[in-house]
């Protein structure tokens, strides 16, 4: 079993600390907190190191991994910002760092290419996460971290999650309670355009294409031209699937529920007017924003209840769609890749 430590106590959070801090420095690989969901972390200068991590995911080795540094400085060490894109990069790690927002910017020769399985970019960040800023500052090296789960299935949020995903295959968990966002930071690239830069998403996330329309050009890349080898290598589309087959309603009246069959739903708001929560004997129900429906709040509960739902042992779970706009597009974007696999 792994051991895990928490971090609710001063006195609890710097033994955390200093146990991860070693690890790491040691060569090994430690599960952490961060905003958007947990991390499978190691140095990511190391490559021995971050080979642990592709083999306590089973992650294949064509899945680059993003790369989290412990200050912003620290961008030109692992990054060759171009010039024609210094001072909108330059705005945006101002504006948006410490956060959930990933950059995809050329890489410099230090980083090793297990960690951006080849390309010659790196995607980078800084995460927000009290704890996992003191394992940065700790460590003071940039550090890799995937999602702490095996490849393929749901991001985890607790570290009851990374429990389920990885005990017995990692030398330790930190624990730093729930994520914050709840799902996994947008990731985007920049270029220079006239008037403004383009800034592209190549993965939906916490920091919406509103949140970025003040840094430049938002362009969304449209999933049927998304190049998987260059562009978003990790965004295959079985990505995000629980084990059991989820299907997305789009509308109510489409389900006919199978004589014998087991359902579970997954309701946005819960609301019975719009006809899926009274629709049938469902196995069990879980609403992810009560009310009014409130995107954010879905979010934080959003793979939480997908790994709930996932482990009842139905035959199915419904989803319900929810508005695509802000974190929505985020949400549905994962849905419909879960749909896809079965
Ligand atoms: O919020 C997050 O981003 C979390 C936390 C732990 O930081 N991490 C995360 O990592 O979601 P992961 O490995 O599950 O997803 C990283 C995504 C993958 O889809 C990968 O293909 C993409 O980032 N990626 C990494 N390097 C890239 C690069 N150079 N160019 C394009 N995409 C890249
Ligand atoms: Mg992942």
Same mark, same amino acid.
């Given at each position: 079993?792994?051991?895990?430590?928490?971090?609710?106590?001063?006195?609890?959070?710097?033994?955390?600390?200093?146990?991860?801090?070693?690890?790491?420095?040691?060569?090994?690989?430690?599960?952490?907190?961060?905003?958007?969901?947990?991390?499978?972390?190691?140095?990511?200068?190391?490559?021995?190191?971050?080979?642990?991590?592709?083999?306590?995911?089973?992650?294949?080795?064509?899945?680059?991994?993003?790369?989290?540094?412990?200050?912003?400085?620290?961008?030109?060490?692992?990054?060759?910002?171009?010039?024609?894109?210094?001072?909108?990069?330059?705005?945006?790690?101002?504006?948006?760092?410490?956060?959930?927002?990933?950059?995809?910017?050329?890489?410099?020769?230090?980083?090793?290419?297990?960690?951006?399985?080849?390309?010659?970019?790196?995607?980078?960040?800084?995460?927000?996460?009290?704890?996992?800023?003191?394992?940065?500052?700790?460590? /003071? !090296?940039?550090? $890799?971290?995937? &999602?702490?789960?095996?490849?393929? #299935?749901?991001?985890? %949020?607790?570290?009851?999650?990374? @429990?389920?995903?990885?005990?017995?295959?990692?030398?330790?968990?930190?624990?730093?309670?729930?994520?914050?966002?709840?799902?996994?930071?947008?990731?985007?690239?920049?270029?220079?355009?006239?008037?403004?830069?383009?800034?592209?998403?190549?993965?939906?996330?916490?920091?919406?294409?509103?949140?970025?329309?003040?840094?430049?050009?938002?362009?969304?890349?449209?999933?049927?031209?998304?190049?998987?080898?260059?562009?978003?290598?990790?965004?295959?589309?079985?990505?995000?699937?629980?084990?059991?087959?989820?299907?997305?309603?789009?509308?109510?009246?489409?389900?006919?529920?199978?004589? /014998? !069959?087991?359902? $579970?739903?997954? &309701?946005?708001?819960?609301?019975? #007017?719009?006809?899926? %929560?009274?629709?049938?004997?469902? @196995?069990?129900?879980?609403?992810?924003?009560?009310?009014?429906?409130?995107?954010?709040?879905?979010?934080?509960?959003?793979?939480?209840?997908?790994?709930?739902?996932?482990?009842?042992?139905?035959?199915?779970?419904?989803?319900?769609?929810?508005?695509?706009?802000?974190?929505?597009?985020?949400?549905?974007?994962?849905?419909?890749?879960?749909?896809?696999?079965?």
């Amino acid at each position: 079993m792994t051991p895990i430590l928490q971090t609710d106590t001063g006195p609890l959070l710097h033994k955390a600390v200093e146990e991860a801090a070693r690890l790491l420095k040691a060569g090994e690989v430690v599960a952490l907190p961060t905003e958007t969901v947990y991390g499978l972390a190691a140095d990511a200068l190391n490559p021995a190191a971050v080979a642990k991590i592709f083999e306590a995911k089973e992650r294949p080795s064509f899945d680059p991994l993003i790369v989290h540094l412990p200050n912003k400085k620290m961008l030109d060490e692992v990054a060759e910002v171009p010039e024609d894109i210094r001072a909108i990069v330059q705005k945006i790690t101002e504006k948006m760092w410490p956060g959930p927002l990933t950059l995809v910017l050329p890489k410099k020769a230090c980083v090793p290419d297990i960690v951006t399985a080849g390309l010659p970019t790196v995607a980078v960040r800084m995460s927000k996460n009290a704890v996992f800023r003191r394992v940065a500052d700790a460590l /003071g !090296k940039p550090i $890799a971290a995937p &999602s702490a789960n095996r490849f393929g #299935s749901i991001s985890p %949020t607790s570290a009851n999650a990374v @429990v389920d995903e990885l005990d017995g295959r990692i030398p330790l968990i930190i624990d730093g309670g729930a994520c914050l966002c709840g799902i996994e930071s947008t990731i985007i690239k920049v270029e220079a355009g006239s008037p403004k830069p383009i800034i592209t998403i190549l993965r939906p996330g916490p920091i919406t294409p509103d949140d970025l329309k003040a840094f430049g050009k938002v362009k969304h890349l449209v999933r049927s031209v998304i190049d998987e080898a260059t562009d978003a290598p990790g965004q295959l589309a079985s990505h995000y699937a629980p084990r059991t087959p989820l299907r997305l309603l789009s509308k109510p009246e489409d389900f006919t529920p199978e004589p /014998g !069959k087991r359902y $579970a739903l997954m &309701s946005y708001r819960g609301d019975a #007017s719009d006809g899926y %929560t009274g629709l049938t004997e469902w @196995v069990h129900v879980q609403i992810l924003s009560p009310g009014k429906g409130k995107l954010p709040e879905a979010a934080v509960r959003f793979f939480y209840v997908l790994r709930e739902l996932d482990g009842l042992g139905v035959d199915e779970i419904i989803a319900e769609p929810m508005f695509e706009h802000g974190m929505g597009i985020a949400m549905m974007d994962k849905l419909r890749r879960a749909a896809v696999k079965h």
